[in-house]
């Protein structure tokens, strides 16, 4: 029988400082994210946006899984995840077009983070991380093309307060 030294002692060969500690900070990434969506997806509510509303709540509740992927490796690897002191998002946008364009420039940085998740699983030979860190990328690949579709509608088809009550239903029925 394993004693626990024992095990908290391969546990280490398994998984570096390094590692736990990008993963502590994709957990407090992604559930800055998550935040970040909810207070946009208010806005929203509140300027009678209702479809556009519902669509960043539920992109509010998707950053939540991700973190949670990151929770549920450092737990398998007998390590507690800490739980993170979050600052508060911006509460005031100027408006769906500027919730599109600040929602895709914070996915790229997203993007950016989890590239630097997977670059160290690979530098460090963790192929246990590694698919965890693919999974997140190809995620990130998802979210900017959900969004580069609804940034080219407004681009193509303008932002008068109709056009853009029309894409609010559409991004409605996306949910």
């Known amino acids: 029988m394993k004693t626990l030294k024992r095990i908290l002692k391969n546990s280490s060969t398994v998984i570096t400082p390094k590692i736990v500690d990008l993963l502590n900070y994709r957990i407090e990434q992604e559930e800055y994210s998550s935040r970040m969506y909810l207070a946009m997806s208010m806005y929203l509510n509140d300027k009678g946006y209702m479809g556009a509303a519902a669509l960043w709540k539920k992109y509010s509740d998707e950053e939540m899984v991700h973190a949670h992927l990151a929770y549920d490796f450092l737990l398998d690897m007998g390590i507690q995840p800490k739980v993170p ?3 508060a998002p911006p509460q005031e946008f100027d408006g769906l077009v500027d919730i599109l364009y600040q929602s895709y420039d914070h ?4 993007y950016n983070q989890c590239s630097e998740l997977a670059k160290a699983a690979m530098s460090e030979g963790n ?15 998802e979210e ?32």
């Open 107 to 110: 996915e790229i940085e997203v």
């Open 127 to 141: 192929l246990m991380l590694y698919p965890l860190a693919l999974k997140l990328t190809a995620e990130q690949q």
């Open 85 to 87: 002191a979050l600052k």
């Open 144 to 175: 900017l093309g959900k969004l580069q579709t609804w940034i080219d509608k407004v681009e193509t088809f303008g932002q008068e307060p109709m056009l853009l009550r029309e894409l609010d239903e559409e991004m409605g029925e996306a949910v």
